[in-house]
């Protein structure tokens, strides 16, 4: 059993922005294989089914950002799972290009505020994460602001094709094949908007 969580803010006001793509790629994972996430549950939405044969919970947290950790932790508990081989986190990373993306087996927060509560609330920087660029803020920009605000056109097309191909790394990670998913997506895009 995998429990894989998306990391954004529940409420209209923050849909489609840079933070909440998260959410997004569990969408788009709930939508690729018919899995109804609407249940609320462990200060989440959850749902339950089958991604590439494995049984597994998707969840978007709705305790906001920074208390991420807090229902990651009601999760874990409740299903009983290993944090350190059962747990796939997704988030954004405003280190890489828009639309890379990064999979770790662990590490740090790296500022990243969710993940440094799922990591109080675990105890451990040892869980599986896929990281998707959102770009570098520019250098006037407040990192709040410029998190909380909106894809262009053209950055919401590369997103959506990252969402895809976050959904097949999350396939081969639930078979135990994460270097392989290592080994196809850890690379920088092709696709570069000009």
């Known amino acids: 059993m995998y429990i894989i969580v998306g990391l954004g803010n529940p409420t209209k006001e923050y849909k489609n922005t840079r933070h909440n793509i998260g959410f997004d790629v569990i969408d788009t994972i709930a939508k690729e294989n018919n899995i109804d996430v609407s249940t609320k549950k462990f200060k989440a939405l959850i749902g339950k089914g089958i991604v590439a044969g494995q049984k597994v919970v998707l ?68 869980f599986k994460r896929i990281k998707i660029g959102v770009g570098e803020k520019p250098k006037a920009f407040d990192l709040a602001n410029y998190v909380l605000g909106h894809f262009s056109k053209e950055e919401r097309e590369i997103m959506d094709e990252s969402a895809l191909k976050a959904e097949k790394a999350v396939g081969l990670m639930v078979q135990n094949e994460t270097d392989q998913a290592m080994n196809l997506y850890n690379k920088k895009s092709e696709r570069h908007g000009d």
């Open 59 to 126: 969840a978007k947290p709705l305790t906001y950002m920074n208390l991420s950790g807090e229902s990651v932790r009601e999760l874990v508990d409740y299903y009983k799972i290993s944090v350190e081989d059962e747990l796939i986190v997704l988030f954004d990373d405003v280190s890489l290009d828009v639309g890379q993306i990064r999979i770790r087996k662990k590490g740090s927060a790296g500022g990243h505020n969710g993940v440094k509560s799922i990591i109080a609330h675990v105890n451990t920087q040892e």
